[in-house]
């Protein structure tokens, strides 16, 4: 998907919602359990009920992984029911480097068919460009993170006062461009939104941490939106474990309405006045 595609998706449904797919079986409600693939019939009714508000999907990958090989054919089974024209993200956080990365890349691009994977920065050029080397996809790089543990290195400032994460911003747009590599930036950073998107004006930004973990949409945006909005704001528990009984994908529904609500308001706020 290009970038003016998926601008396009924004502005036709009023939205920027990303949906994550963070399909524990553990979590799913009881009744799906019984069933030959409960984490495809949990995320394909999520999915369903949810289509005419988001603009990407998010699968986590370990809640895939984790379920062995079955977990794999259940995530190509759910990625290829979504919708053509909404943006698909493995969530994969990969990062090693030479032909390993370019195989990452394969997997997830040729093999099936995403069209953006997160990867981890911190081993450098090699690890990041094999996957920026496929046409119309995308890499989502770590950048800031919402985690305790990111202070442990990304707030970590050099000799001259700058922070690691801003090093990493910096050097990154030397292998990517806006066309084809965002940003990961966490939504509990408030204000440090606004210094990210300074130093990368033109990238979107994939942000986790609104709903469940305390985000502030409001916020989000006010920092965050550039001139073609530049934001995919993630909401995994708030909205697919809304609730756990059979109601569930028309609860999520519910909030994945309010959500898009919201963010109405706010592309009417930013973009169109």
């Given at each position: 998907m290009t970038r003016a595609e998926l601008f396009s998706q924004i502005?036709?449904?009023?939205?920027?919602?990303?949906?994550?797919l963070d399909a524990d079986i553990?979590?799913?409600?009881?009744?799906?359990?019984?069933?030959?693939?409960?984490?495809?019939?949990?995320?394909?009714?999520?999915?369903?009920?949810?289509?005419d508000y988001a603009v990407a999907y998010k699968p986590n990958i370990a809640f895939f992984e984790a379920l062995g090989p079955k977990g794999w054919e259940t995530l190509q089974k759910i990625n290829e029911i979504i919708p053509e024209e909404i943006f698909t993200i493995a969530d994969a956080k990969r990062g090693d480097i030479g032909n390993t990365s370019k195989l990452y890349a394969k997997a997830f691009f040729e093999k099936m068919d995403f069209d953006s994977v997160t990867v981890a920065p911190y081993m450098g050029a090699d690890s990041v460009t094999p996957f920026l080397e496929f046409e119309d996809k995308w890499v989502i790089l770590l950048a800031l993170t919402s985690n305790a543990g990111s202070m442990d290195f990304q707030l970590i400032k050099d000799e001259n006062g700058k922070p690691l994460f801003q090093t990493v911003l910096e050097k990154s747009q030397e292998w990517g461009t806006p066309e084809n590599l965002m940003y990961v930036v966490g939504a509990t950073r408030g204000e440090l939104i606004g210094e990210v998107r300074k130093v990368v004006p033109d990238h979107f930004f994939l942000v986790p941490g609104v709903g469940a973990q305390g985000g502030s949409l409001a916020e989000v945006a006010k920092y965050g939106m550039n001139s073609s909005c530049g934001l995919l704001v993630n909401s995994s528990r708030g909205i697919i474990y809304a609730s756990?009984?059979?109601?569930?994908?028309?609860?999520?529904?519910?909030?994945?309405k309010k959500l898009q609500e919201e963010m109405a308001g706010l592309l009417d706020k930013y973009l169109r006045n």
């Open positions: 502005q036709k449904k009023s939205s920027f919602l990303c949906v994550g553990n979590k799913i409600p009881e009744h799906l359990k019984h069933e030959a693939d409960p984490i495809f019939s949990f995320c394909r009714e999520i999915i369903e009920e949810t289509a756990g009984e059979k109601d569930f994908a028309k609860t999520a529904r519910l909030e994945t």
